[in-house]
């Protein structure tokens, strides 16, 4: 069966830091895999997405950036985060063609201060 | 751009009352998930919708994709305390990546 695994669950990272979220999926290959971000209590804003090892779409400008260095892993990557970062970090993958549901990792809660 | 607008944003209900949360896009879908995210959690897949005017039952859950395939709705009949979370619409606008919507917190008052 397949599985995703997303971490670390949560970080408290200083502004200016970098950062580095990794997601790996396992039981399936050539996933499209996707970055989104949740603000409390809010909806969820796409940020990258992949269909393809190097390949990356990005949806939103900003400081932010996702590599895909394996078929099955996917990076969430910033030189130097902002307040504006923080937020639920969620890593999902669904199958490249039929059914294209979601499914999602546990989530990274990131705390920037 | 493309948008996915759902309402209400938040819905508190008394156990046993019906709830619903309706999605409309500004565009025609060619397919629009539900998704559920409880508390904590992440969002889990509920159910596919594909045709027109399509309704699909999951015990207690109903929902329903418009004839015009722009909008949908999910209504939750007799609401338990198992039903508390975020209910999320996303649909596919012909983009690789899904459009969700801004979700529905459920909260239920035994």
């Known amino acids: 069966s397949q599985t995703i695994h997303q971490w670390p669950a949560t970080l408290v990272q200083p502004v200016g830091s970098p950062l580095s979220l990794e997601c790996t999926v396992e039981g399936t290959s050539n996933p499209n895999l996707y970055w989104y971000r949740q603000a409390a209590g809010r909806g969820l804003q796409l940020l990258f997405y992949?269909?393809?090892?190097?390949?990356i779409s990005s949806e939103v400008p900003q400081n932010l950036s996702a590599s895909r260095p394996q078929d099955r892993q996917f990076i969430l990557s910033s030189k130097k985060l902002l307040l504006s970062d923080s937020g639920f970090y969620l890593c999902?993958?669904?199958?490249?063609?039929?059914?294209?549901?979601?499914?999602f990792g546990s989530g990274t809660q990131l705390s920037v201060l | 751009g493309q948008q996915v607008m759902q309402i209400p944003q938040y819905q508190h209900v008394q156990e046993g009352e019906d709830f619903t949360t309706y999605c409309n896009s500004s565009t025609t879908l060619s397919n629009i998930q539900w998704y559920k995210q409880r508390p904590g959690g992440h969002p889990v897949f509920l159910i596919q919708?594909?045709?027109?005017?399509e309704v699909k039952k999951q015990k207690r859950l109903t929902f329903q994709f418009g004839e015009a395939k722009k909008n949908s709705s999910l209504h939750i009949t007799a609401t338990q305390t198992t039903d508390v979370g975020t209910y999320f619409c996303?649909?596919?606008?012909?983009?690789?990546?899904?459009?969700f919507g801004s979700g529905t917190r459920l909260q239920v008052q035994p």
């Open positions: 996303a649909g596919d606008t012909g983009r690789r990546a899904l459009t």
């Open positions: 919708l594909v045709k027109s005017g």
């Open positions: 999902a993958w669904n199958l490249r063609t039929g059914v294209e549901k979601l499914f």
């Open positions: 992949s269909v393809g090892i190097g390949q």
